[in-house]
Every structure is written in structure tokens, then in C-alpha cells.
């Protein structure tokens, strides 16, 4: 079987290699048409289906997949984000076939209200983890989800459950 995911990113690619074990799994970066920090479940599940959809169409695979990260909150008052400690990372994976498309998310973490603002302020977590770390790219190492969980849940962790997810309704009949 032949999995493109839609982007250059390892641990995205690694993410779908260990959700797919039998795959061949190519990393193609596609544009996920979304601000580069997406704000709330909306916004960060389009991103992925866009992903997914554009990847597809990049070349002859069985399944096109995108993963994207964003910030949401929990609470259903928008004015509430950030303002009251209720901002997450969350992740949503998307899968497709060229004919129906899977969504599936991944394990959601709070952010620390020191980060949350300076997320609320319009920067990017990454880039706010590193700066806060004093690291570079912890996006294509152990992620913020790893740093949060002392390395018990790595970003990779988090994002294959994210894409095991986005499959389940091409592998399951109940569907």
C-alpha cells in the first residue's frame, strides 16, 4: 500500500509509518491552506482534510494523509481562549481515498498560561517552545506533547493516534 502524507516534517512521516506499518509512506509537502498557527478545531481539522486531499492528488497512492496542530480551546465562548486557561494543543489527522475522508484527532494538552498568552498575542507555539526551551524545531523532535508529558508522550506518539484515528473508517466495516 502506497500513503503519501502532506508534509516534509520527520515526525509527521514517522507518525503515519508507525500507524501503517506495511505502508509505503511518502513525505510530500503540500500547503495546508490555513493560517500557520491554526486557531481552534475548525481551522486545524481543514488544514489536515486540505492536506490530505492535496496530497492525494500529488501522485498514484491509496491514501492521501494530513496532519495539522493548532491551538483551541474547550470552551464554547471564543472570548474565553486563552483568557481563562482553557488553550490546548490539539491535533487532527484526515485521510482519504479520493472519495471519502476520515478525521480522527490525538490527545489534547493545556498549555501553560505563560505560553497560552504569548499564543494569544499571535505567536506560534513553536516557536514559543523554543524560545521558552531554548531549543530549535522542537517541532521535528519530541514536540511540545513531549516536553508536557516528560517524554511519556512524544509528538510522534500523539500524532499516530491522530492518523489511527483519521483510518479507522477505511479499516473497519462499520463504517
Not at 6 to 29: F, H, Q, W
Not at 49 to 65: M, N, Q, W
Amino acid at each position: 500500500m502506497d500513503i503519501a502524507v502532506g508534509s516534509g516534517n520527520p515526525v509527521k512521516r514517522r507518525a503515519v509509518e508507525l500507524a501503517c506499518p506495511d505502508a509505503r509512506v511518502a513525505a510530500v509537502a503540500v500547503d495546508s491552506g490555513v493560517s500557520e498557527q491554526p486557531v481552534g478545531h475548525d481551522e486545524t481539522l481543514t488544514g489536515a482534510i486540505t492536506r490530505a486531499e492535496r496530497v492525494f492528488e500529488t501522485g498514484d497512492y491509496h491514501f492521501g494523509v494530513g496532519i495539522e496542530g493548532g491551538v483551541a480551546s474547550f470552551s464554547t465562548d471564543t472570548e474565553a481562549v486563552a483568557s481563562d486557561g482553557n488553550l490546548y494543543l490539539v491535533m487532527w489527522a484526515a485521510a482519504t481515498d479520493g472519495t471519502r475522508v476520515g478525521r480522527g484527532a490525538g490527545p489534547s494538552f493545556l498549555l501553560p498560561d505563560r505560553i497560552a498568552e504569548r499564543i494569544h498575542d499571535g505567536e506560534e507555539l513553536g516557536p514559543v517552545m523554543d524560545d521558552v526551551l531554548g531549543t530549535e524545531d522542537i517541532a521535528t523532535n519530541e514536540g511540545a506533547a513531549g516536553v508536557f508529558t516528560g517524554g511519556q508522550v512524544t509528538r510522534t506518539d500523539a500524532l499516530q493516534s491522530a492518523v489511527t484515528a483519521a483510518l479507522a473508517p477505511f479499516n473497519c466495516d462499520l463504517y
